[in-house]
């Protein structure tokens, strides 16, 4: 376990981030007022989420002996997802009981005003048990996405 706290720090860290992005979303209006936007602006996440793994993976790379190579870059990213993919309940929770506990009813409302869904549609979709689903299966197959082409750059050849 010991050998892989940065891994676990930096996936709390993402998961931290992922936090203050939905504040920042929620305090935007992105999840009552402009919710008509949410599903455009929430993506600007993903620039933040590549720069964590590439700080992460710097980071780790710097406090390792070189070389670091492509496969140890990408079990480090991997075990980044894991964590982060963990922690995914634990932070769709507090986005819903804390950040944003309307957030479901608001985008039902909207989703069946539009005529994009069905109440029952909506329903079935914009729910916390789907939520926390969603967000640990796309955790981990974007962080595992990211670390593959992240690590090409942060890789380091032998000598």
């Known amino acids: 376990m ?3 706290q940065q891994e676990i720090k930096w996936g709390v860290i993402f998961s931290i981030a992922m936090l203050v992005w939905m504040v920042i979303e929620r305090v935007a209006g992105l999840h009552d007022d402009m919710i008509d936007k949410h599903v455009i602006y929430t993506n600007g996440f993903a620039i933040v989420a590549i720069a964590v793994y590439v700080f992460a993976l710097r980071s780790i790379r710097n406090n390792r002996p070189a070389p670091y190579t492509y496969k140890e870059a990408f079990i ?4 980044i997802s894991l964590v982060v993919a963990v ?3 634990l932070t769709q929770w507090i986005t819903h009981t804390f950040i944003t506990p ?3 009813d608001n ?4 989703t069946v005003s539009s005529g994009q869904a069905t109440l029952e549609e909506a329903q079935a979709y914009f729910n916390f048990s789907s939520y926390v689903l969603q967000s640990v299966i796309f955790a981990f197959v974007m962080g595992v996405i ?3 082409i992240v690590a ?3 890789r380091q050849k032998p000598h």
């Open 87 to 89: 922690l995914s309940p």
């Open 152 to 154: 090409i750059f942060i």
């Open 146 to 148: 990211t670390t593959a």
């Open 102 to 104: 309307n957030f479901f």
């Open 107 to 110: 985008m039902i409302a909207y």
């Open 2 to 4: 010991k050998q892989y």
């Open 76 to 79: 480090s990213g991997v075990i």
